[in-house]
């Protein structure tokens, strides 16, 4: 680049001195004496950047890619001195040694010499598309689309993690031969717009319906499902900053499952629930980064019984867990092998690692019993929403306080789904609902507004409908990647601006 920007000044200061350029665009060398073009030799020039080492050329073959074109007449590298030099370059010009947009433009690809300021499809920068209007170099409508170039390929059933400046996304179901189970995946950022894969070097092997928690530093993923329909009792831990795996260890871990749920709790990955084969689970483990090392949850006493399907958040001001729901192995309802645990399935179920114990805390206004629904923290209250009851499809919730108990959310609810997300968005003080199916794929949402306990308002129908997609909270805003859709599995996503 150092060379172009020499070639440019002689070029600029040479052009006020000749008439040999025919067309301001295009750059010619002087005529000589002789009437070729070329002087009696090549011009030596040092780079004025530091002392780098000096730039000649005497042809084209001295000269590297980009500045290909040797402008024998300085004895500099350019990228082009005729406008057919540009042709790498499709819509641009050749100006003052280099391929330019004109106007002020900015070049984006091939034809396509954009306003950055205002081009829907490169918003501020190159390959930052909007859904809607682009004003000033960014998007103005609320959700804007996350970037496809190098993404990951489509996949549903996969996890995802916010790490505090970039999204991750592993692992899942992939549109590949059988729909068969992915170990890969994408780290997108998005500051700049771009995805990076994620190692494959000591990742754990292709799985779906996996759970992940966020440690501070690394993302660490457990169970599922393999490509051949197994469940899995092993996983890794991975550093998005490094970029690289730890495989965990399977020594003491839990039996083999997925459809479990996975909870962090400041120093150790909590596990309880999910499906082996086809039995649902009354077990689960804490397993410890630091060293390595997996405990088994005790089970007695234990009001709680086996589920799959269920949800579980972690309560960090009363260090307790808290599970709701889930499909358990009572009452068979045929169709789709939905079962309910007996008794315990219609209430919370606390479990506290310190001075391991559970805790039933049925009461009423309790949500019925459902499976596939979602919770949410808001730092004080677990918030139940939607899922499925063997029969139908819900739109009901509840809000469960430690000290008040439950709690019907008022307002108008988003339409029954089940394989919805609900994320917490802890500026905004908001629990964003999206996605789902009913049965069919839904590109609908809305907003729960903590402090009135309601639904405020319905999200704008802009990303395309999908299921079993993931959501995270990234700062004030919703990453949503992923899932089943009308075509199959996506690839895409968006971002929301509650």
Known sequence: MASTRRAAT?????????????????????????????????????????????????????????????????????????????????????SQGMCTCVDKLSYCGPGECVDLATSSNHCGQCDHACFGVCAAGNCVDAWEPIATKGAPSGRS?????????????????????????????????????????????????????????????????????????????DGGRFDPAKNTWIPITSNGAPTARARHTAVWNGTEMIVWGGTST????????????????????????????????????????????????????NVSDGLNDVYFPAGSSRALIQYAPIGEGWYNLGEPFEP????????????????????YDGSSYLNTGAAWDQTGGWSMILGAPPDPRADHTATWIDPKKVMVVFGGRNPQPLDSGSLYDSASNSWSAPLPTVLSARYSHTAVAAGDKLMVWGGNGFSGKLADGGIYKP
């Open 368 to 387: 019925s019993k459902r499976a596939d629904h979602t919770c949410a923290f808001d730092g004080l209250r677990t918030i139940v929403f939607g899922g």
């Open 10 to 94: 002689w070029l600029l200061g040479f052009a006020t001195l000749s008439t040999a350029c025919a067309d301001a665009l295009r750059l010619e060398p002087p005529q000589g004496s002789g009437g070729n073009g070329a002087t009696n030799g090549p011009t030596t020039t040092s780079s004025g950047e530091g002392g780098g080492a000096p730039v000649a050329c005497q042809s084209n073959a001295d000269c590297p890619e980009p500045t290909s074109v040797c402008n024998e007449a300085s004895g500099t590298c350019v990228e082009c001195l005729v406008l057919s030099d540009c042709a790498f370059r499709p819509g641009t010009v050749c």
């Open 157 to 233: 059933n996969h996890v995802s993690m916010w790490t505090g400046t970039t999204m991750v996304v592993w692992g899942g179901l992939s549109n590949g031969p059988g729909n068969g189970a992915v170990a890969t995946g994408g780290i997108y950022d998005p500051k700049t717009y771009t995805w990076t894969a994620t190692s494959g070097v000591g990742a754990p092997k292709a799985r779906y319906d996996a759970t992940a928690v966020w440690t501070g530093t690394e993302m660490i993923v457990w169970g599922g499902t393999d490509g051949q329909g197994q469940p899995l009792n």
């Open 278 to 329: 086809n039995s649902p689970l009354p077990s689960g483990g804490r397993y410890s980064p630091t060293t390595n090392i997996w405990n088994l949850i005790s089970t007695n006493p234990s009001p709680v019984s086996a589920r799959a399907r269920h949800c579980a958040v972690w309560d960090k001001n009363k260090a307790l867990m808290n599970i709701v729901g889930g499909f358990g192995n």
